[in-house]
């Protein structure tokens, strides 16, 4: 499988209802961050109400 971002192998597939998507390591790594910096986030923890503990 390819990475749907760009030419290389994709090391991360997900499947959901039939559609399956690849990514390589480094696209994988830049949309963890994009969703790391993502306002939304921040509101489902508030809403969801996670613990962290470290």
Partial sequence: MQCHYCDRDADIAVDSDGIKVGVCKTHFREQMAELEDADWLDD???????????
């Fill in 44 to 54: 489902l923890e508030d809403e969801l109400d996670i613990d962290r503990r470290e």
